[in-house]
């Protein structure tokens, strides 16, 4: 089923980029990642929790709007990867890209660590390699963000077609690598995904619009 250039196959998200040289670039998200995508970030517009958008309520939506974004940062990363000398240490494929857009679109998950007595917060485990430290209390409530962080790997398909899989999407600041003392790195604090966000403000639309280089920022692939 094709709409507006997006193809969906048995649950699969595709979206073409564009071309280097011959070779097409496409966009994809497998059904698993959509489906857990789908429980945290795309809850529906009116689920004021961390994590979630009210911008959009699928990834559809997200990737047809930011794909004139996501072109010029997917491209380098493909050519500094082509441009490679035989030999040389790899290129990481996985990459994240940052962008403020032009209006607030959700609740982030995360708020600057500096702002929080240690008493509000507490350890967590975010996974079998990664931890930090979380928001406790509901009566601090989640921050509406214009940020948008995708998390993407580059994988080239029958030599021909460049893969663009895209494993996540959120509201929010980068966070980098889900490894080791996340919070202390990245100097953030973390919500669950239940946590309570702010109230929408009624004029949630009424920002200025940004130049394409004020609303992307890029966290090199080869960061860490």
């Known amino acids: ?85 035989a030999g040389a240490r790899p290129i990481p494929r996985r990459g994240s890209v940052e962008f403020k857009n032009e209006h607030p679109l959700g609740w982030s998950s995360t708020a600057d660590l500096a702002l929080y007595r240690r008493e509000v917060l507490e350890h967590f485990d975010i996974n079998n390699g990664a931890y930090g430290r979380r928001i406790r209390s509901n009566r601090i409530l989640a921050p509406i963000t214009d940020l948008i962080t995708f998390v993407y790997e580059v994988k080239k398909r029958d030599n021909r077609t460049w893969l663009v899989i895209v494993h996540s999407v959120y509201p929010g600041k980068d966070v980098g690598d889900l490894k080791g003392n996340v919070s202390e790195r990245e100097q953030v604090a973390f919500f669950d995904w239940f946590h309570p966000g702010e109230p929408i403000p009624s004029n949630v639309n009424s920002s200025k619009p940004l130049s394409a280089a004020e609303r992307a920022t890029l966290r090199p692939p080869a960061r860490r």
């Open 1 to 85: 089923m094709a709409q507006n250039n997006q193809q969906v196959f048995q649950n699969e998200i595709r979206h073409p980029l564009g071309k280097i040289g011959n070779h097409p670039i496409i966009a994809v998200a497998y059904p698993a990642t959509i489906e857990r995508l789908s429980s945290r970030c795309f809850r529906g517009k009116g689920v004021c929790k961390a994590g979630n958008f009210f911008r959009w309520d699928n990834f559809l939506d997200v990737i047809r709007e930011f794909a004139d974004d996501l072109k010029p940062f997917i491209e380098e990363h493909i050519e500094r990867i082509s441009a490679q000398p």
